[in-house]
């Protein structure tokens, strides 16, 4: 018997929530425009799957592809770039619109800055992001790896030059390998993209980086004729992600914001345990945090999107591998006349937790509280391609985690 998907409606105490304001739509533009003048910038594609929501009852659904993302196969490298373009422009002190690519590219910023050594801990996608990002902009890179992960991700990242191993720790053993190295290293630099005490403006810029995500997601469904999506559902490993989507769409929609909904692996269900003790305060996850999510498998919330997600969220839930695999498979063979999708295991969870929702009655209790319908609008994100072309295969060929 599979185990079960569950989640926990959003009965916390709101805060002050000051940590809102971090993704204004003003820091958001700031962003886009930082992302548009690299040469390899191109909006990724937001995919309308017309027969999948009509086969499961909704009035339309909508899917941010982010395999295209330039040419990284993920979402992550739009943090990373922005959060070293805004150090660099604090450290030389110029403004960040003058720190295009075209400056941090250019001989004047080795005479302005030098050269630092960018650090940080992965699974993957993250690590792969600011591994290309230093590479281009002629930096240095230090990944570390937790237990577990794919040789092929490894291969990706050593490919943009970056120095990288694979740690016998969980993910959040690896930040704090990574925060103490950068400690010892001279201009050494942690890019993460979990907050702690001390540690909060780096990032506070990759949760506005991946804000060209939901800028470009906003003016496509309103190209389609969508000016507000009902329901957002966003994936969440320390929250970084889904604190930067659900404060982005707040800020545009401040007074009709969309319903939202959080989905975590289950083996690292963080927030929704937070959610569950529904007293405000931040929980932990411990262990291996083994699940095929990797991209999720982070035990500890970042602080700042913490704040975010406990005033605005609806429901968060805390999700089984096999909903990840479900998401995978459906789409890629999607519903006649609706595009296909390439999606990782950490991208596609967001179409196996809609499918199961609106037609697992086990379900019917969630499916009413969050109001999915004949009038829903619903926006997912697939972060990740096939990162892991083998385990891709494994799911989408052979079946893998189908009865788990």
């Known amino acids: ?18 940590r ?3 993704m204004d739509l003003g820091s958001v533009r700031e ?24 086969h499961l009852g909704l009035g339309g659904l909508y899917v941010k592809d982010e395999s295209y993302r330039f040419g990284l196969n993920a979402f992550k490298v739009l943090g990373g770039s922005f959060a070293m373009a805004r150090y660099i422009a604090d450290e030389t002190g110029r403004d960040i619109g003058e720190c295009d690519f075209g400056y941090l590219t250019s001989g004047q910023l080795a005479q302005d800055f030098g050269r630092a050594t960018f650090f940080t801990a992965t699974d993957g996608n993250h690590g792969r992001g600011v591994a290309w990002a230093a590479h281009r902009l002629g930096q240095r890179a230090v990944v570390r790896m937790p237990r577990g992960s794919t040789r092929a991700r490894f291969d990706n990242i050593a490919k943009e030059g970056a120095e990288v191993t694979i740690e016998e720790l969980n993910y959040d053993d690896c930040v704090r390998l990574v925060a103490q ?3 010892e ?17 780096i990032p506070s810029w990759i949760m506005q980086g991946y804000g060209t995500m939901s800028s470009e997601a906003a003016e496509q469904l309103r190209q389609l004729g969508v000016n507000r999506p009902t329901h957002v559902f ?4 320390v929250g970084s992600l889904a604190g930067s989507v659900v404060g982005y769409f707040t800020n545009l929609f401040p007074d009709d914001p969309p319903t939202f909904v959080t989905m975590e692996a289950s083996a690292a269900d963080c927030l929704y345990q937070g959610a569950r003790a529904a007293d405000g305060k931040p929980r932990t996850v411990g262990g291996d945090l083994s699940t095929i999510m990797a991209g999720l498998a982070c035990g500890e919330p970042n602080t700042i999107s913490w704040d975010i997600l406990r005033n605005h969220v609806s429901a968060f839930l805390s999700c089984p591998d096999w909903s990840s695999a479900k998401g995978m498979r459906m789409l890629a063979a999607p519903v006649k006349g609706d595009p296909a999708i390439t999606s990782g295991e950490s991208g596609a969870v967001g179409m196996g937790m809609i499918a199961t929702i609106m037609q697992d009655d086990a379900y019917v209790e969630l499916r009413e509280e969050l109001g999915l319908g004949l009038r829903s609008q619903v926006l997912l994100f697939s972060t990740e391609g096939d990162t892991d072309p083998v385990r891709y295969r494994e799911v989408v060929w ?4 189908a009865s788990e």
């Open 1 to 18: 018997m599979r185990p079960r998907m569950e989640w926990a409606m959003n009965r916390m105490p709101g805060s002050g929530d000051t």
């Open 20 to 22: 809102l304001a971090i």
């Open 31 to 54: 962003a886009q425009r930082f992302h548009r003048s690299f040469p390899q910038y191109s909006e990724t594609p937001l995919a309308r799957l017309t027969g999948m929501a009509e």
């Open 181 to 183: 190295e950068a400690g």
């Open 185 to 201: 290293t001279e201009h050494g630099v942690v890019v993460q993209d979990t907050a702690w005490d001390g540690y909060e403006r």
């Open 234 to 237: 966003v994936q969440a490993g």
């Open 398 to 401: 052979d079946g893998a985690y």
